[in-house]
């Protein structure tokens, strides 16, 4: 059975705002703030604005601290269901965390009388108190924004019982929690067959335009959750769970909070608004290191391909991106000109007498694939991520292997956890594309940059070669 991550969703500031763009809007005001609140402190204290060297040493390295320290607490997630305190205390914990850090290195280091304590205070005090005042504003233009209607998430609600009027009283008198709920269906606990309702509940998700879908049903009823969850096997909307735990002790238990209640995220990538701009850039850099390194060789190949064998030098397919955006994936072509039936499914297998003797070196050795790092500069795919299938294999997969569409949460990838544990190359049996979604949805569950550096380090050693391509 696997284990579905527990963890806070994100979604945009403002609308003109893409996610990258409020992470770096807001990491950029704590970064002056930093430095600002250290200049003005040491001016205070000093009466000179002039910093000694040792001072700005210091003063950089706190400022990687407390940025550190805000991105891991999720200081930059979205503010979508919070309250200001919520924040504020969140503020007040990173700055009081990251000085006693700062002490703490001074003490051992032997430093600490080398500085002004009444410097390290000031910087403190007003280093926190602007941060908690523009953070203040933002929150309250925030809550005037959603209270005008405008920057809410649609909403569709399903289950029964008395939490779902709790949730809409709730979203009703608050709707500076940016919410909307559009729809409620109403699943009557003496009615057993839902059938009709999840048979056109995904169907009715897409035309309408939800953005979200909440469960609220008691937690004796919370098998009916599995049979919603199948019905959107095929949707990338984001679904979460609120049970009912009135009078239940828990220990140890993670979930999100959304205008005081208790939503298990069922449905969500650790891909988040914190750290998707650090999956960009980590794209954009290597990306753009690996096309530079390669030119060379790529010219080599397209000559080749140009010489042995008739026709376009690359190949044009198109793939499903994250959620389910269709994209076209470059690869060097392989093949001979052919024409394909459209009712076929047809994987390369071995000894495929379409493909060419020097296709076959370069499907052997994954070269036919170096220009989807275009594909990546492009944005349609990432340096890490699910391979992305021919749109007839998603067709046919989707329903055999339970949650296959949940591999469009995420950019597909060049490489991934799958190929670097050996489930590369043709998927001729059931069971061999059961295992490449395991790992495929392992890694969104698990992603981080420390992971991705993994997969990059074992693709070059094992991820290239593999007996399994054809």
Known sequence: MRQYSLENHHLSFMKQYSLEDKYLIFFSFDFIIIILSAILSYCFIHNDINMSFNYKVVTLINTLIILLASSFNHLYDSWRGLVLTQQLYKVFFIWFFSFACLLTLLFFSKQLESFSIDWIKSWFVIGTSLTCLYRTLSILIFNKICQQGRNMKKVIVIGNGKIINDILKVSGDHPEYGF?????????????????IFKNLSENIGVKKHQELWICLPLSESFIVKEILYSLRYSTVEIRFFPDFEGMPLLNYQATNLMGFHSLNLSCTSITETNAPIKKYEDIILASLILIIISMPCL?????IKLTSPGPVLFKQQRHGVNKKIFK???FRTMSLHKEQSDLISQATKNDPRITKFGAFLRKTSLDELPQFINVLQGNMSVVGPRPHALSHNEYYKDLVESYMWRHKVKPGITGWAQVNGYRGETDTLDKMKNRVEHDLWYIENWSLSLDLKIVFLTIFKGFINKNAY
């Not at 080599?300 to 080749?304: E, G, K, S, V």
């Open 329 to 331: 994936v470059y690869k």
């Open 180 to 196: 909307n709920i559009t729809q409620i269906i109403n699943l009557s606990s003496a009615n057993k067959d839902h059938d009709d």
């Open 300 to 304: 080599f190949i397209m000559l080749i």
